[in-house]
């Protein structure tokens, strides 16, 4: 199937590299005919972000680092006139020492960044786009199964995810009268920059595509499919939920009994 996204026009946050899952969604979007519009966090990240949008057809980059207010405003002004059909939200954070550390050690300063670029980001900036997308609109975000299970060493990231997922339920109730779905991808292990912050990523990673049916590791082309699914018209009876995206079972044999 073609042009599922035709006419389209999505905004997303989060691509880092052509390994982020915020690309490969980003990509298959594209791919099936919508005009997207990206982000990045400061001048250091730009040229990654550049170069990658410069494979794409009309494709604007806004800077937003969702702890500065003023550039979620700024991007909901700048988006206003051509309004908003979709919207991915591919955007995380913990602190080194928060992952590498027990989860009882926590600071309150890393706990509130954390959840204030994991999970208030996506408040926030529904919040201001809100208005300007269209009715039957979609947003799309990712989290991962530690919000769930007690993943060694994602400590402080599990937890801010869980608050994510339950924000998706209460976003997609305030939204589900225009129409507008709130979903959440939970992809199984993949190596991409943010997994590699996480100690064991590379055993991790092995030992969960063994242990998946298919005995091998989700691509990027597959989550993108999964990606346009939730983005398009094929889903307009789909919010409020988290879907996890893995090729069998979710990462399963990793996880302490939590």
């Known amino acids: 199937m073609t042009g599922l996204l035709q006419?389209?026009?999505g905004l997303v946050l989060g691509v880092a590299n052509h390994h982020s899952i915020a690309w490969g969604i980003t990509a298959a979007a594209a791919a099936q005919g919508a005009r997207v519009a990206l982000t990045y966090q400061n001048d250091v990240l730009k040229p990654r972000v550049e170069k990658l949008a410069s494979t794409l057809t009309d494709t604007p980059l806004y800077e937003c680092d969702v702890q500065n207010p003023a550039h979620i405003d700024?991007?909901?002004k700048n988006l206003k006139g051509d309004g908003l059909d979709f919207i991915v939200h591919s955007l995380a954070f913990a602190s080194r020492q928060s992952l590498e550390s027990p989860f009882i050690e926590t600071s309150e300063e890393d706990f509130v960044q954390a959840m204030t670029i994991s999970c208030y980001s996506l408040i926030a900036l529904?919040?201001?786009l809100a208005p300007i997308m269209n009715d039957g609109g979609s947003?799309?975000?990712?989290?991962y199964i530690g919000s769930r299970r007690v993943i060694p060493s994602y400590n402080l990231m599990g937890v801010a995810k869980a608050a994510l997922e339950a924000s998706v339920r209460y976003l997609a109730h305030d939204l589900g009268?225009?129409?507008?779905?709130v979903n959440a991808i939970s992809a199984g292990t993949m190596r991409t920059l943010a997994a590699s912050a996480i100690g064991g990523a590379r055993t991790t990673h092995k030992i969960s595509n063994d242990a998946t049916p298919l005995s091998r590791e989700l691509t990027l082309d597959e989550?993108?499919?999964?990606?346009?699914?939730?983005?398009?018209?094929?889903s307009t009876a789909v919010t409020g939920e988290v879907h996890s995206v893995d090729?069998?079972?979710h990462t399963v044999g990793l996880a302490h009994p939590g």
């Not at 947003?139 to 989290?143: K, Q, Y």
Request: proline fraction near 3%; glycine fraction near 18%.
């Open 7 to 9: 006419g389209k026009r």
């Open 74 to 76: 700024s991007l909901a």
């Open 126 to 128: 529904t919040r201001a």
């Open 139 to 143: 947003i799309l975000t990712l989290t």
């Open 177 to 181: 009268p225009r129409g507008i779905r």
């Open 223 to 234: 989550l993108g499919g999964a990606g346009v699914y939730l983005l398009s018209d094929l």
């Open 247 to 249: 090729c069998g079972f």
